[in-house]
């Protein structure tokens, strides 16, 4: 059975700060992973999907390794601004259409 | 907006009650997912659909929940007989079945059971 944990839990930094999420799974066999963010009270906004080939994707501030061989990735944050605290969530990915979510890291960029 | 759309975006309903929810999801997106999100949790699955076929059910959907896909467009969730334990986020989301497979999700059905 995946299982899928994110460390920390909580973050919080002073704006301006570059921060890593981490977020580890117990199966290699992964078809895809994905970061998601997501605001209080709604739903989930795709920021990044890595496949299983790939080693990191790119997107503005934001940059998503993926190491399978030893079941982590790793989301980092650039320059954060108060506009990035939120809770984001990795989610692993068979091809086979179910994804397994970690708890989250609810960041908090303080002014 | 072309993006997934839930309804309705809350309920509050008593114990025993039942409800539906509605997904509309990405109009070229063959696959559908149903997930359910508590407090400080990461959204759990559910069950998924292929067109109309429903491919994958969760132990967590127990014999009171139901889903459907009947046309492979949109889909509906049921909960007979909701249950406190019921209350959470309900959270549908789409993508392709080939390719990146990547998922866009909508903004979700709370649930209040009283």
């Known amino acids: 059975k995946q299982e899928v944990t994110q460390i920390p839990a909580a973050l919080s930094v002073p704006e301006g700060e570059n921060l890593v999420l981490n977020c580890s799974f117990t199966d290699s066999a992964i078809y895809n992973l994905q970061w998601f963010r997501q605001d209080p009270g709604k739903g989930l906004t795709s920021l990044l999907l890595i496949q299983s080939s790939q080693r990191e994707q790119t997107s503005g501030r934001l940059n998503a390794s993926l190491d399978k061989s030893s079941g982590r990735s790793t989301l980092y944050i650039a320059a954060s601004q108060p506009g990035d605290s939120a809770t984001y969530l990795c989610a692993v990915n068979t091809n086979a259409g179910k994804s397994t979510f970690g708890d989250g890291t609810t960041l908090t960029v303080k002014p | 907006d072309t993006g997934v759309s839930q309804d309705p975006r809350h309920k509050i309903t008593k114990r025993g009650q039942n409800v539906t929810f509605r997904c509309d999801p990405i109009s070229e997106h063959n696959r559908l997912y149903w997930y359910r999100q508590t407090l400080g949790q990461g959204p759990e699955f559910l069950t998924y659909f292929q067109n109309e076929a429903q491919l994958e059910k969760s132990r967590l959907l127990s014999d009171r929940f139901s889903a459907e896909r009947p046309k492979g467009s949109f889909s509906t969730l049921e909960i007979q007989r909701t249950e406190q334990g019921d209350s959470a986020m309900y959270l549908c989301?789409?993508?392709?079945?080939?390719?990146?497979?990547?998922?866009?999700f909508g903004p979700g059905t709370r649930l209040t059971v009283l």
């Open positions: 989301a789409s993508s392709l079945a080939s390719g990146s497979v990547e998922q866009f």
